[in-house]
């Protein structure tokens, strides 16, 4: 499995914004595509955002409460995926956790990842 570390988590106000890394230990490409989840206290992982790792065209998909506000990128040559996030809210707030997957095709679900970051914490007060 690849490792994965994430970091740029922080406290940050309402409206501000916050670049989230996540640094791989080996670029398999095997790992076809990078997700970022989010779990806040009492609640489920769930789904922020996608990028295909390699081979694509740059696919990206995002959960509609972050669309507009959070971009996903990456830089091959840094093994890195990034999550930048703007106009924040408190509803943001949580634990933001990388993952590869060795899915074919985009996924959402997190049993579908096979690696995990071990998160970074994001704090938006209001």
């Known amino acids: 499995q690849v490792q994965l570390v994430e970091s740029g988590g922080g406290l940050v106000q309402a409206g501000g914004s916050l670049r989230l890394s996540c640094v791989a230990s080996?670029?398999?490409?095997?790992?076809?595509?990078m997700g970022w989840f989010r779990q806040a206290p009492g609640k489920e992982r769930e789904f922020v955002a996608y990028?295909?790792?390699?081979?694509?065209?740059?696919?990206?998909y995002y959960a509609d409460s972050v669309k507009g506000r959070f971009t996903i990128s990456r830089d091959d040559a840094k093994i890195t995926v990034y999550l930048q996030m703007d106009s924040l809210r408190s509803e943001d707030t949580g634990g933001y956790y990388c993952?590869?997957?060795?899915?074919?095709?985009?996924?959402?679900?997190?049993?579908?990842?096979?690696?995990w970051g071990q998160g970074t914490q994001v704090t938006v007060s209001s």
């Open positions: 993952a590869a997957t060795t899915a074919l095709i985009p996924t959402i679900t997190p049993a579908s990842y096979n690696s």
């Open positions: 080996e670029h398999t490409f095997s790992n076809n595509g």
């Open positions: 990028t295909r790792w390699t081979g694509g065209s740059g696919d990206t």
